[in-house]
């Protein structure tokens, strides 16, 4: 007993309690070491999910994507086609990205014994993405609010219909259409994987690449689908008609000029052809794109010369 009042004594001159620790303080102290833990897993998988989802979303050099028709919901004619075209011709510049061509477009969609002239819808092109081995498509739309327009592109994954990347940009104007697209699909690019340094560097505004008319470049595009659809002799009037609206038009010039090609006219061609001097542009290419390699320009003479027409 007196061993037992000893031992009483020096926890009380100590401060220590006697008391047993209940299970209820026990659940505590464990719970005060696991949350500290679960926070720290949970967020080292959200990182590596985020990072395995970003690695996800990008596209190799080796993948394709496939252009669908914009959705216009303006009701203004002048933006069919004509969106798609610059579009393209923004992408084309991009040493990274591979855009689906017509040809292999109008191929696949034989296969899928759809006419040439079918509308590429997001449902069509993401089932004509997944024939032609695409990776994803990207879905244009135009809309218009008061005097402006907000444009909107979405990248998809054709199999799975994950959205890769998107940009929406609002342009003042109808004539300020044409650069917020191109500053859209610039963004684009860095976001699906391509360098900044490329991007910068590929990366002529679209005004310079194609035309600062939309109705030029509304009948270059008409000409590029008559052309794919019918013959050379049906597109030359619309890239005639481009040139006649736009002097300037490189890409409508090389048009003509590869359109009298087709029909075995040299000669008439020789005068189209892109040559070096003050008159329009094309962009310096990247991988993709299907024209001169270099930037070239076209002779002063055509900003006087009207080509003849050519009845279809």
């Known amino acids: 007993m007196r061993t037992d009042l000893q031992r009483l004594k020096r926890d009380s001159e100590s401060g220590r309690s006697a008391v047993p620790e209940t299970p209820a303080a026990r659940v505590a102290k464990l719970w005060k070491i696991a949350v500290p833990v679960l926070l720290v897993a949970l967020l080292v998988a959200g990182e590596l999910y985020y990072r395995s989802h970003q690695q996800s979303n990008r596209l190799t050099d080796k993948d394709t994507i496939v252009l669908s028709d914009f959705d216009n919901k303006t009701g203004d004619a002048i933006f069919d086609d004509t969106l798609k075209t610059a579009l393209n011709v923004s992408l084309r510049q991009s040493p990274f990205l591979n855009v689906l061509s017509d040809q292999q477009v109008g191929e696949t969609l034989k296969l899928m014994t759809r006419p040439a002239s079918t509308k590429l819808t997001s449902e069509v092109a993401r089932e004509l993405c997944q024939r032609a081995g695409s990776k994803a498509y990207?879905?244009?739309t135009v809309a218009s609010l008061g005097s402006e327009y907000v444009l909107g592109l979405k990248v998809v994954n054709c199999q799975n219909g994950d959205t890769l990347a998107q940009e929406q940009v609002t342009a003042a104007s109808k004539e300020k259409v044409l650069d917020a697209l191109g500053e859209a699909a610039s963004k684009l690019r860095g976001e699906?994987?391509?360098s900044l340094a490329t991007v910068q560097k590929f990366d002529v505004p679209l005004e310079q690449a194609t035309t600062s008319s939309l109705e030029a470049l509304k009948a270059y595009s008409v000409g590029r689908r008559a052309h794919q659809q019918k013959s050379p002799m049906a597109a030359l009037p619309y890239d005639q008609r481009a040139i006649e609206l736009d002097p300037n038009f490189a890409m409508g010039y090389f048009a003509v000029g590869g359109e009298y090609n087709n029909l075995n006219e040299p000669g008439r061609a020789s005068e189209y052809s892109p040559r070096r001097s003050s008159c329009g542009t094309m962009p310096a290419n990247g991988k993709n794109w299907r024209s001169p390699p270099t930037?070239?320009?076209?002779?002063?003479?055509?900003?006087?010369?009207?080509?003849?027409?050519?009845?279809?």
Do not use: Q
């Open 138 to 140: 990207i879905a244009g």
């Open 192 to 194: 699906l994987g391509e």
């Open 295 to 312: 930037t070239m320009t076209l002779s002063p003479e055509k900003k006087i010369k009207r080509p003849r027409r050519v009845r279809s």
